[in-house]
């Protein structure tokens, strides 16, 4: 039998130091204030002394492994979205001392205030982290890539268009001897930020077929979604079934429009951006790869129409529409586990 909860600890998270407000659930009466080091030691050890409770916390880099630790310990952990906590993020008085307590006090009110957020395994966090490291080195080749191309341009000449793994090759053809030179260095790092994105690539094909081959397969058979995709939807949501529908998948990737609506005032807006940034990023791509490159499907139909009823300049903007569609169509695929058809829809109409 689980102990009865009696207080409601805010954790206002910092870097180095996390600042605890202990409030009784019953009478709201501030039991005792604490300051603990944000390292897993301490904070485990004081998770283990503390009676059941309900800990509230806002999302942010610490709050993963903090969360799971309390779970680990047996208390119940709410994660509340940092950015539907205004009470804190606007405060007139903004203090660590003050967060914790606020957090504290919405901890005993309705839960559903705080949006909670869903708090990942250990083993998806870390193939998370693998997931991070290779677009972070993706970065730091197209930033060399870019930086090298605009320096040959300022001397008019134009290195010739070619894929990533390609340029450091064709690059050096293209230069004179003096070029080559100056450039010997960043080509030579180039080539070894490509050949350490290929080891991550490996390793994630290996997670993505021994931990993850179904859900993969099944989120995979549409054109465009390759492994990379694939294992990013999949690592982002982990469980589809806690969504009641795909339209509910899109907007936890942010991937739906955001609402502003007063009165008679309701304007169009852009896409609200919540989630994971890199599996909405990827999916944007494989939308991209649908509308211009992809076969005929009912997917790419409904895009191009959107695209010749929106006019050529918002391309992009069809192309995020057709991502919203495809997040619909993923989570369908994921968890019927039906085949994936792509002219369904022009055969039914047939």
Not at 4 to 29: A, N, W, Y
Not at 81 to 106: H, N, P, W
Not at 236 to 259: H, I, K, T
Not at 306 to 318: H, Q, V
């Amino acid at each position: 039998m689980k102990e009865t909860i009696e207080s409601v600890v805010g954790f206002d998270i910092g870097d180095r130091r996390i600042e605890v407000c202990v409030v009784s659930l019953r009478g709201g009466r501030v039991l005792r204030r604490e300051k603990l080091a944000t390292q897993r030691e301490a904070v485990e050890s004081w998770l283990r002394c503390e009676p059941r409770s309900r800990i509230v916390m806002e999302t942010g880099t610490h709050a993963p492994w903090i969360a799971r630790a309390a779970q680990a310990a047996g208390h119940e952990v709410i994660v509340a979205d940092a950015r539907t906590v205004k009470l804190i993020t606007q405060s007139m008085k903004k203090t660590d001392r003050r967060d914790a307590e606020l957090l504290a006090r919405l901890g005993r009110s309705d839960m559903a205030l705080l949006r909670p957020a869903h708090v990942r395994s250990e083993a998806t966090q870390r193939q998370r982290a693998l997931l991070r490291l290779r677009d972070a080195l993706v970065r730091a080749r197209s930033l060399q890539i870019n930086a090298l191309r605009g320096v040959m341009k300022t001397d008019g000449r134009r290195l010739p268009a070619c894929s990533a793994e390609a340029f450091p090759r064709t690059a050096w053809e293209a230069m004179d001897a003096d070029w080559r030179a100056l450039t010997r260095p960043m080509l030579r790092a180039i080539l070894v930020l490509s050949r350490q994105i290929r080891q991550y690539d490996r390793r994630l094909e290996e997670i993505a077929a021994r931990e993850h081959g179904e859900a993969v397969a099944r989120v995979g058979q549409v054109a465009g979604v390759g492994t990379l995709t694939a294992l990013a939807v999949v690592l982002a949501v982990e469980d589809p079934r806690r969504f009641r529908s795909g339209r509910q998948m899109s907007a936890y990737l942010g991937l739906v429009p955001r609402r502003s609506q007063s009165g008679e005032k309701d304007p169009n807006l852009g896409i609200s951006k919540e989630g994971d940034a890199y599996a909405r990023r990827l999916l944007v791509s494989a939308a991209h790869y649908v509308l211009e490159r992809g076969p005929d499907t009912d997917l790419k139909r409904w895009g191009l129409a959107l695209e010749i009823r929106w006019g050529p300049k918002n391309r992009k903007r069809a192309a995020v529409a057709v991502a919203r569609k495809l997040a619909v169509l993923l989570h369908r695929l994921w968890v019927d586990g039906s085949t994936y058809e792509p002219l369904r829809a022009a055969t039914v109409a047939a």
